[in-house]
């Protein structure tokens, strides 16, 4: 499931300094035809990226000894899952309308070996709060594990930018723009546009880090020479199964 990074900030001064300003030219994947000419809408978007904690709506109510104990369970998730569980559930009983929480949640199922329990979460946590970003992406991973890539454009409003889809906002975690921009790669890649995902994955490149999501990306465009020779042998062996017996 997307994770979401969140790291407290030492010094205030600091907080929510931009580390990148991203201008992209935003091409729509939907077609339009003037005679015998096909365009693409093209749509010129700015905003800045930041790796500093950023204030959230669904965060500012919540007293800070629980913001800090949602960070703290965060760092739990790889290592520490299941005790993970146990403290988000009481949380989750108590400020039912936090997404983060859920997010979180169906991370830690998933690394305790429940994706039964994890997609569940994630289904609910998209159904509930559909304009929270992670729950979009956790949900966009989900159907496009089961092959339902005809989801993913109405899950994102067709559109294929941050700034597009959150037009209100003009600076982005980085946490965010990785875990979208690789995302929205994958789904490309996976309909036959690989054009397409490349230009997703460049920005995630010059930033120069590394998610779930980044990894996976990376792999389709760029398997290594291992990941090429399997890919080869599955090949041969599907095409000989496929051949009838003489």
Not at 31 to 44: L, P, S
Not at 72 to 99: C, F, V
Not at 120 to 146: G, I, T, W
Request: proline share 7%.
């Amino acid at each position: 499931m997307a994770k979401q990074r969140k790291r407290k900030s030492k010094r205030s001064s600091r907080k929510n300094k931009p580390t990148h300003h991203v201008i992209t030219k935003v091409t729509s994947p939907q077609e339009y035809h003037d005679g015998a000419d096909t365009f693409r809408a093209v749509q010129i978007v700015s905003y800045d990226i930041t790796d500093e904690p950023l204030e959230q709506p669904y965060t500012k109510d919540l007293p800070q000894q629980v913001i800090d104990e949602i960070s703290e369970i965060y760092h739990m998730l790889p290592k520490r899952p299941y005790q993970a569980i146990g403290r988000l559930l009481p949380l989750i009983d108590k400020y039912p309308n936090t997404p983060i929480l859920y997010n979180h949640l169906s991370v830690a199922y998933g690394y305790n070996d429940q994706p039964e329990l994890a997609a569940e979460v994630v289904y609910k946590n998209y159904k509930n709060n559909p304009d929270y970003l992670f729950a979009r992406l956790s949900y966009a991973e989900l159907c496009m594990h089961a092959g339902e890539y005809d989801k993913i454009p109405e899950i994102f409003d067709h559109k294929y930018d941050l700034k597009l889809l959150y037009p209100k906002r003009d600076v982005f975690h980085v946490s965010e723009v990785v875990n979208f921009m690789a995302i929205m790669g994958i789904y490309f890649y996976e309909i036959g546009d690989r054009e397409t995902a490349e230009l997703f994955y460049e920005p995630i490149k010059k930033m120069g880090r590394s998610f779930e999501a980044t990894k996976a990306l990376k792999k389709l465009l760029y398997p290594s020479l291992k990941q090429r020779l399997l890919l080869r042998i599955l090949k041969f062996l599907e095409n000989k199964a496929g051949t009838p017996p003489t």
